[in-house]
T-cell receptor
Framework: GAGVSQSPSNKVTEKGKDVELRCDPI?????LYWYRQSLGQGLEFLIY????????KSGLPSDRFSAERTGGSVSTLTIQRTQQEDSAVYLC??????????????FGPGTRLTVT | GENVEQHPSTLSVQEGDSAVIKCTYS??????FPWYKQELGKRPQLIID?????GEKKDQRIAVTLNKTAKHFSLHITETQPEDSAVYFC?????????????FGKGTTLSVSS
């Protein structure tokens, strides 16, 4: 079946503008994660959605970052008033979650964000 | 929350040698420890995982060991090959607590030279 998809694949924006990044998880996956990966860096956890539970927002670096997950499927990560340090690859991942014993995360291809 | 430390950040080995990557975690309640491999320009993919009810797991040339008392776990790759060159990430999670996220280490860049 289809894997995790993300759009756009690349986004160049001017400092101070708002951006929206989209993630379509694998159908039926109840868990969805957003990570940020700066050049040569690790996977920085941003936010985690599990079913209808309140999301774990503990990784969001500032209040300029927010995310939604509508209908338990598609998620949008919004960055307001972008700064140059926001430039990174934003990765989305999904997993079965819930009572499933399969915790494997499937990653999307990422959105490369460049703030000029 | 959980904090995962990973060492070394870079590792260079000759083809055929073994490679070992080590991680420590802070939350004693964590019970699930996966390893992901990210090849250049590609997305991370799960290569092996271990749960806290076992101390070791092996899959062909890859093995993971877990020491719950010391809160550390390691990835062992034997008979390394050039295609093993990639960034490897360890991670930890408490799957018994709803809503807890999988937290990754900062990664190890493995280079295997032929």
């Amino acid at each position: 079946g289809a894997g995790v998809s993300q759009s756009p694949s690349n986004k160049v924006t001017e400092k101070g503008k708002d951006v929206e990044l989209r993630c379509d998880p694998i159908s039926g996956h109840t868990a969805l994660y957003w990570y940020r990966q700066s050049l040569g860096q690790g996977l920085e956890f941003l936010i985690y959605f599990q079913g209808n539970s309140a999301p774990d927002k503990s990784g969001l670096p500032s209040d300029r970052f927010s995310a939604e997950r509508t209908g338990g499927s598609v998620s949008t990560l919004t960055i307001q008033r972008t700064q140059q340090e926001d430039s990174a690859v934003y990765l989305c991942a999904s997993s079965r979650g819930g009572d499933s014993r399969n915790y494997e995360q499937y990653f999307g291809p990422g959105t490369r964000l460049t703030v000029t | 929350g959980e904090n995962v430390e990973q060492h070394p950040s870079t590792l260079s080995v000759q083809e055929g040698d073994s490679a070992v990557i080590k991680c420590t975690y802070s939350d004693s309640a964590s019970n699930y420890f996966p390893w992901y491999k990210q090849e250049l320009g590609k997305r991370p993919q799960l290569i092996i995982d271990i749960r806290s009810n076992v101390g070791e797991k092996k899959d062909q040339r890859i093995a993971v060991t877990l020491n719950k008392t010391a809160k550390h776990f390691s990835l062992h790759i034997t008979e390394t090959q050039p295609e093993d060159s990639a960034v490897y990430f360890c991670a930890a999670r408490n799957t018994n607590q709803a809503g807890t996220a999988l937290i990754f280490g900062k990664g190890t860049t493995l280079s295997v030279s032929s």
